[in-house]
């Protein structure tokens, strides 16, 4: 099946720096989901991005699916923005989605 | 405009008993997908049902788990005779068609085996 990979798995940050995640998928895809697990456990969906650029305030996502990955960038980053992102991708006639195993955010103030 | 419902929030069930999980969909979306996140781990595909059929089961482990989602009420994941190993947040997301089309995600029910 189709394999999803993060990268990196954890990443500190200071309050105001910027950074990119990265997902990499190693077939083509119908759906590309980011996610931020916040630390009560809920999911946010982020971006449904299979292909393009999308922008939502601070954040922003990039997919270029002809090259199989999917880029996160969080600028000016906050307390708030701590947990776990994930990146799933949907390849299949039944739209399962397969989750990567997440970055880890930590911003600290 | 509700979004996923699940409920409970959190279950707590002794070894051997059973587990009923909750999930209400997006009022107009009729697919409903099962996940389960094991501790310290990103989220498993469980399940795919539409409306009174099971489209693809091929995550779900073989023996105690069962899934189902009648024509009126919620969409229901059981397990029987839990096991500790069952302890995990189960998500349940529902999206309007199969391909092409976000899945929106329900807060889950953190599942507790004593």
């Known amino acids: 099946g189709i394999q999803v990979e993060q990268s990196p798995p954890d990443l500190i940050l200071q309050e105001g720096a910027n950074s990119t995640l990265r997902c990499n998928f190693s077939d083509s895809v119908n759906n590309l989901q980011w996610f931020h697990q916040n630390p009560w456990g809920q999911l946010i969906n982020l971006f449904y991005i299979p292909s393009g650029t999308k922008q939502n305030g601070r954040l922003s996502a990039t997919t270029v699916a002809t090259e199989r990955y999917s880029l996160l960038y969080i600028s000016s980053s906050q307390t708030t923005d701590s947990g776990v992102y994930f990146c799933?991708?949907?390849?299949?006639?039944?739209?399962?989605?397969?989750f990567g195993q997440g970055t880890t955010l930590q911003v600290k103030p | 405009n509700a979004g996923v419902m699940q409920n409970p929030r959190h279950l707590v069930r002794r070894r051997g008993q059973e587990a009923r999980l909750r999930c209400s969909p997006m009022?107009?979306?009729?697919?409903v997908y099962w996940y389960r996140q094991l501790p310290e781990e990103g989220l498993k595909f469980m399940v795919y049902?539409?409306?009174?059929?099971?489209?693809?089961e091929s995550g779900m482990p073989k023996e105690r788990f069962s899934a189902e989602f009648p024509k009126e009420g919620p969409s229901i994941l059981r397990i029987q005779q839990v096991v500790r190993g069952d302890s995990a947040a189960y998500f349940c997301?529902?999206?309007?068609?199969?391909?092409?089309?976000?899945?929106?995600f329900g807060d889950g029910t953190r599942l507790s085996i004593l």
């Open positions: 049902l539409q409306k009174e059929n099971i489209i693809d």
């Open positions: 997301a529902s999206s309007p068609g199969s391909r092409n089309q976000p899945q929106h």
């Open positions: 009022k107009g979306h009729s697919h």
């Open positions: 799933a991708v949907g390849s299949s006639n039944t739209g399962k989605l397969i």
